[in-house]
């Protein structure tokens, strides 16, 4: 397809394989799962380790505001902005423990803007990761 485009975010952390952060296909946007790694440091916000690599704490809140900050990075990167969001898919590793908390969160940023949305409850990301966002928005020409 000649209309289609594939964008590499300069603002948001780097993929972890082989896909782009967002690929553009006539006036919809289709952002590949988006998680709240920090763009600077590839670390995960809201998770510390000690020197022998166990993890001493977990923030949940804090995942919850870098992930959708990363989201904005794409969407801003690829010319759309939050409000342009029609379809979010939500992966959570915890449903019990993080829902609550996630949707607290969630209801902060999209009081505006209000796309469709599905939580899934899942057993594990590719990294330590807790919640990633997978979306769909759609741009002007």
Same mark, same amino acid.
């Given at each position: 397809m000649?209309?289609?485009h594939? *964008? %590499? =975010?300069?603002? @948001? +952390?780097? +993929?972890?394989?082989?896909y782009?952060h @967002?690929?553009?296909?006539?006036? !919809? !946007?289709? !952002?590949?799962g988006?998680g709240p790694? &920090?763009p600077?440091t590839?670390g995960?916000?809201g998770l510390?380790r000690?020197?022998?690599?166990k993890?001493t704490s977990f923030?949940?809140a /804090?995942?919850?505001?870098s #992930?959708?900050q990363?989201?904005k990075r794409v969407l801003e &990167? =690829?010319g @759309?902005?939050?409000?342009?969001? #029609?379809?979010?898919t939500v992966?959570l $590793?915890n449903?019990?423990?993080?829902f609550? /908390?996630y949707?607290?969160?969630y209801a %902060?940023?999209?009081k ?5 949305? $599905? $939580?899934v409850?899942?057993d594990?990301? +590719?990294?330590p990761? =807790? *919640?990633e !966002?997978?979306c769909? @928005?759609?741009?002007g020409?």
């Amino acid at each position: 397809m000649s209309d289609q485009h594939k *964008i %590499e =975010s300069k603002s @948001a +952390p780097k +993929p972890m394989g082989l896909y782009p952060h @967002a690929r553009r296909v006539g006036n !919809l !946007l289709f !952002l590949s799962g988006i998680g709240p790694r &920090d763009p600077e440091t590839d670390g995960v916000p809201g998770l510390e380790r000690n020197k022998s690599g166990k993890y001493t704490s977990f923030d949940f809140a /804090t995942q919850c505001h870098s #992930v959708f900050q990363n989201v904005k990075r794409v969407l801003e &990167d =690829s010319g @759309a902005k939050w409000e342009d969001l #029609v379809d979010v898919t939500v992966f959570l $590793t915890n449903m019990e423990r993080d829902f609550h /908390t996630y949707n607290q969160i969630y209801a %902060e940023y999209f009081k505006d803007a209000m796309p469709c949305r $599905t $939580t899934v409850g899942i057993d594990s990301l +590719p990294s330590p990761i =807790s *919640i990633e !966002l997978k979306c769909i @928005a759609v741009v002007g020409d």
